[in-house]
């Protein structure tokens, strides 16, 4: 075994890992990168089509983002951001507010997706505390949504395979059925249904209103949870729904921001005003951890009062607004202007969606779900009953060395595997990964 791999099971634990694979299987070890591809130590090459965990933008190794990084570290590299602050996180903040919805005036900085999450989570909370409504301490949900692994995160998260053990720690929230439609919780068909999931909302809603201080959800896409594809419609009519009952929205366009769906902002597809955007992953196009909380001014100005009432938000981390992050953020912002990012994607993206809809037909493939540069599969053992394969088969696992095998970093989600290439990939690479993602699929044998 190389020294290095031999060193790294030796001090080091790596997340979402059972340690004891790595035994059969040892971890690349990536000495480079440019554009989508990876680099190993010993020559081989990598297809990044996960975009390094969903973060990864314009490619890897980017020059414009490079040089921001280089030149932020000549004169400031960290500071705290209490009492002080610096051009680079104003100038961000400025920019973000200019590109999210209206409502959103102000920007909270943090480090990475679940301190976003938490973040709109406590504010939410506090802000009906500071304006009186002491009632309002609970949240709502859905079923298969994910929002990061700190425990207030995972107390809104409802994915069963990372929720289990941590059950007992979790603060109780209430949980509606996700618009899951090939798996339809309501168990009707997409084609005649009348977002009838919207139904157990509402009750939720109708019934616990005066206790609830936000919804959060993940518009349009529920990533981790499945890369579960949902109906505009819900997203509207949840958001309609929330206002309807005093309770604030909090999205979180964590995997969904920065061009993901083929806009900016996952929110962008329909007409909503949230009262909370967390984002974070492609902020800085996957060079560094940055993080924002977005708000509007009503929720701000409920916390700004004499020092004496208590209203103060006291909360915040050590790395918060880091320049350097911020810098990099800025000079990811230009590219997208510079190189017209959104628009490039909207001619690459029928050419993803359709090579995506050709595996439908393989014989393992029970769904295919697709928005913007997202495209997954969910993988079946039977296309009719959709019975699924056991935990124990390790078909996700399987597939990953599979892909492996033909160049391509896949990470299967379960029996859910899944695109999600940086923005940037060229055409002859899209038709590289296509190609071989369909062998990969082709060939899935139980
Ligand atoms: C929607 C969403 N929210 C939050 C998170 C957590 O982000 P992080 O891993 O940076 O804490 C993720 C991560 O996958 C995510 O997909």
New binding site residues.
Partial sequence: MDRWIEKDLKYVWHPYTQMKDCETLPPILIEKAKGIKLYDNKGNIYYDTISSW?CNVHGHNHPKIKAAIKKQLNSLEHILFAGFTHKPAILLAERLVSITPEALTRVFFSD???TA?ETALKMSFQYWQNIGEKRKIRFVSLDNG????TLG?MSVGGVEQFNAVFSPLFFPSFKAPSPYCYRCPMGKERASCNIDCLKPLEEILKNNGEQIAAMIL?PLIM??GGMIVYPKEYLEKAAFLVRKYNVHLIV?E??TGFGRTGKMFACEHVNIQPDFMCL??GITAGFLPLAVTLTTDRIYYAFYDDYEKRKTFCHGHTYTANPVSCSAAIASLDVFQEQDTINKISKTMPVFQEGLEKMRDLPFVGDVRKIGMIGAIEVVKDKKSKSVFNFEERIGFEIYKKGLAKKLLLRPLGNIIYLFPPLCIKREELVYVLDNFYEVIKDIEP
């Fill in positions: 969903w990475n997706g679940a999450v994910y929002h990061g692994d995160a993940e990533a981790a979180d964590v995997a974070s992953k």
